[in-house]
């Protein structure tokens, strides 16, 4: 997510950011979802090495689905996603302003890259923990049903996202929803870090460069918010890649007696390492680059352009209201 422009001393409000990163979020989930469906089914395959099986490729992974679900298919969990993404860009930008401004410096009343980066890693943890786990939780289970959703015959057991959640709390208890949770906040927080430091650091970049985009209440072209947005985006992912692969497995999976996190984590990790080998945590990378790096793009383009209307808009009308 980008950092919040001031124009001179007078910060953009709260109210901006959450209004625009939320419509930012939402345009992301439409665009993106099927990428992300495609994802969680790569990395809920089970292909051992042993057995000569060979792991189907990304294309090959959505051509099936496609093919038994309708495209369609390529859109479960959805609702789950669209659901949370108001709250969780509230929860992102508020947090991330919050942070950010009590790592400032108090002379100049800036960050650092490594105050922006820890800011990141605060607003990741902390929308992870209030309201991604949750979300999660229900959309994978969502996107582990294979069911044809052209054939009315043919009834999963989760019907949509909030029938999900229903059953989940119903049989197994809202602790459920927190599985994975450590990973989840470690996923998301080293997620954020990256995409808020190099966002930052690469418009700061750009900025500089073009002397005439060097003010903050200038915005940058839309092509390079694109581009600014696509390669913060891209850099997450292949450092946080088995995380996101063993939180994914341990969500899918519903709850056993006696089982702690600790047992959960260390089952899931040893077995996946025993039957599949370690590339198996590196399942569904392409697909969460090709989801998450374009989705940033998207998320930045779109947050900019809304957050600049916002800003014209408010200031016409006090124009507005200020002439005799």
């Known amino acids: 997510m980008p950092p919040s422009s001031d124009k001179g001393n007078q910060k953009t409000p709260i109210g901006t950011h959450l209004v625009a990163g939320g419509i930012a979020g939402l345009s992301e989930a439409c665009v993106c979802h099927p990428l992300d469906t495609i994802k969680v089914r790569m990395q809920l395959s089970r292909s051992a090495r042993g057995k000569g099986m060979k792991p189907r490729s990304f294309l090959a992974t959505g051509k099936m689905i496609v093919q038994r679900e309708t495209p369609l298919g390529l859109y479960k969990g959805l609702g789950a996603v669209i659901s949370g993404i108001v709250p969780k860009m509230a929860i992102r930008f508020a947090s991330f ?39 999660e939780v229900v959309k994978i289970r969502l996107q582990a049903q294979q069911h044809s959703m052209a054939d009315p015959l043919d009834i999963p057991k989760y019907r949509n996202a909030a029938h999900a959640l229903y059953l989940i709390l119903k049989e197994e208890g809202v602790r459920t929803l927190y599985r994975g949770v450590a990973l989840t906040a470690l996923r998301q927080a080293t997620n954020q870090a990256a995409n808020f430091t190099t966002y ?7 900025r500089k460069w073009q002397p005439e985009y060097s003010r903050a209440d200038v915005t940058l072209p839309s092509y390079q ?29 519903t709850a056993l007696a ?8 260390r089952t899931v990790t040893v077995d996946m390492f025993k039957q599949e080998g370690p590339r198996a945590f590196y399942k569904g990378i392409t697909p969460r680059v090709a989801r998450v790096a374009p989705g940033q793009a998207v998320v930045f383009v779109v947050y900019e352009k809304i957050k600049t209307w916002i800003e014209q808009f408010k200031e016409e009308i006090r124009h507005e209201y200020s002439e005799p």
Do not use: H
């Open 225 to 253: 918010t694109l581009l600014a947005g696509f390669i913060s985006g891209a850099v997450g992912p292949f450092t946080n890649a088995p995380i996101d692969t063993i939180k994914t497995r341990i969500q899918k999976a």
């Open 258 to 265: 006696g089982e702690t996190a600790w047992t959960r984590f």
């Open 97 to 135: 302003e919050q942070y950010k401004s009590l790592l400032a410096s108090k002379e100049t009343g800036k960050t650092t890259p490594a105050g922006t980066f820890l800011a990141g890693l605060g607003a990741g943890t902390t929308e992870a923990v209030l309201v991604v786990c949750p979300m």
């Open 200 to 206: 930052t650091e690469l418009t700061r970049l750009l």
